[in-house]
């Protein structure tokens, strides 16, 4: 039998083979088929065999059957038969596979506590598997929420009640809830560059996306100074992707404009915001936060894994009001079961431990990236060096060329010309992320660029 080939149960093969014959008039409305005993002694098959193929037929209409007197055909309507179309080819652009992947999503492999979470799944399904069968609650699974607003206390000094808190998976599914609260006539501001003009699903539904450029305090407001019902999304803690963190100047002067205005809001999305080296990590704008202004973002992807696809938001007190009642019987997108392993991963102390364990191995890797980098001729830092990316320019190269070749030695590489408004503003500058790739790989992907460089300037 050929790999992959199905082989029909011999009940279905004898009705498919009945079924054909009615189709195609070989056997005629009113016809007798043989008794069961009579078709199983001369198939030389069991009798269950073709009474189970009788009365599938029978099910679906294609004979009726007369007690004591045996199955007859069924009269059927004339299909009208149609040119077989041969099935559309799509093509399916299989992303390119890089050896060196200098992009900023991912984590390192080599990290994750595979045999924990091996163990916590096993505990879960063997101690709560009655109530992984549940709907949950609309905000996410209570006690998860509850470890996750200890954390934010501990790390990022956010003082919120796991009740104004909603779980969810991804970033892109909370900010659509948002745009579902948020009044209609609301505009919305992004940081340029940053990811929202890098992915489209954030604009892809505005007219008139307002885009707010950098300076070296952060993210500039005045083209929002009088506006009122209007959100803007920030990244303060570690910009994405230029690196910059907020000024506290800047901070409370973005407070302070949210306060003015009750259909302000202010989006924080804590990006990277966990990882500092040489620093301690900046608090969130969230816990400056004394008029309920601002809309917290936070992710496990960078702190665990992308594929947990676990996020979560803090909304202002007048905001949880309006999704209480306007998403009433939403359900959680997070699988319960995921929910309730992370809650164990964190209330177990696992979490923590983690944290520690990444920044320890991300510290190391952001030093001796930093270091290569600073010894090249043709690379050169550009901006503030925290987080685990670095902004880096490379002059004096055309840019497609350069990634074109990039490509083709199986380096990745994003410009940061794919997340502004005026690219051309940007051009020479890339984003290197560190965060996926071991040390060996590092030292390879950044002598490969090197090389490349080099040739493209001769």
């Known amino acids: 039998m050929p790999l992959g080939q199905t082989v029909l149960p011999l009940y279905l093969s004898l009705y498919e083979d009945i079924k054909s014959r009615i189709a195609s008039g070989k056997l005629a409305a009113g016809d007798r088929l043989p008794s069961i005993r009579a078709a199983a002694r001369d198939l030389k098959i069991s009798i269950n065999t073709v009474s189970n193929a009788y009365h599938q037929l029978e099910v679906e209409g294609y004979v009726r059957s007369a007690e004591k007197v045996g ?21 399916r652009a299989m992303p390119p596979k890089y050896k060196y992947d200098f992009s ?27 109530n992984l069968l549940a709907q949950g609650d609309c905000k996410g699974f209570p006690p998860l929420r509850e470890s996750i607003a200890a954390y934010l206390m501990n790390s990022r000094g956010i003082d919120a009640a796991p009740s104004n808190m909603i779980v969810s998976a991804g970033t892109e599914h909370l900010f659509y809830i948002l745009k579902r609260l948020l009044d209609s006539n609301t505009l919305y501001a992004f940081e340029n560059p940053g990811y929202a003009f890098g992915n489209p699903f954030f604009t892809y539904d505005m007219a008139n996306p307002i885009f707010l450029n950098l300076d070296r305090q952060g993210v500039e407001i005045e083209r929002i100074r009088d506006l009122n019902s209007i959100a803007v999304l920030v990244t303060p803690a570690h910009q994405f992707p230029m690196g910059t963190v907020m000024s506290i100047n800047r901070r409370i002067e973005l407070l302070n404009w949210a306060s003015l205005r009750p259909e302000r809001y202010i989006i924080e999305d804590d990006y990277d915001g966990e990882f500092k080296f040489r620093e301690k990590p900046t608090p969130a704008l969230k816990s400056m936060d004394t008029n309920d202004d601002v809309i917290y973002l936070g992710s496990f992807s960078r702190l665990i894994a992308p594929s947990l696809r676990v996020s979560y938001m803090i909304l202002p007190e007048r905001l949880m009001k309006e999704y209480e009642r306007a998403f009433k019987g939403f359900g959680c997108p997070v699988s319960l079961f995921i929910q309730t392993a992370l809650s164990r991963f964190m209330s ?17 890797k952001h030093s001796r990236t930093k270091h290569r980098i600073e010894r090249s001729a043709h690379i050169k830092m550009h901006g503030p060096t925290s987080g685990t990316s670095f902004v880096i320019e490379i002059p004096e190269v055309d840019a497609d060329a ?6 083709s030695a199986g380096v990745r590489l994003t410009p940061i010309s794919d997340f502004a408004v005026n690219g051309e503003d940007f051009r020479g500058l890339y984003l290197l992320s560190f965060s996926k790739l071991s040390d060996l790989d590092l030292e390879d992907g950044i002598g490969i660029m090197e090389k490349t460089i080099e040739a493209l300037k001769k």
């Open 71 to 91: 199955y007859f055909v069924e009269a059927i309507d004339d299909l009208i038969r149609l040119g077989r179309r041969q099935p559309a080819v799509l093509e």
């Open 104 to 130: 900023y999503s991912g984590v390192d492999d080599s990290l994750f506590p595979y045999s924990v979470w091996k163990k916590i799944f096993r505990q879960v399904f063997s101690s709560e598997h009655e």
């Open 348 to 364: 177990e102390g696992y979490f923590e431990k983690h944290i520690n364990r990444m920044k320890s191995c991300y510290g190391k």
């Open 402 to 407: 350069l990634l074109e070749h990039l490509e």
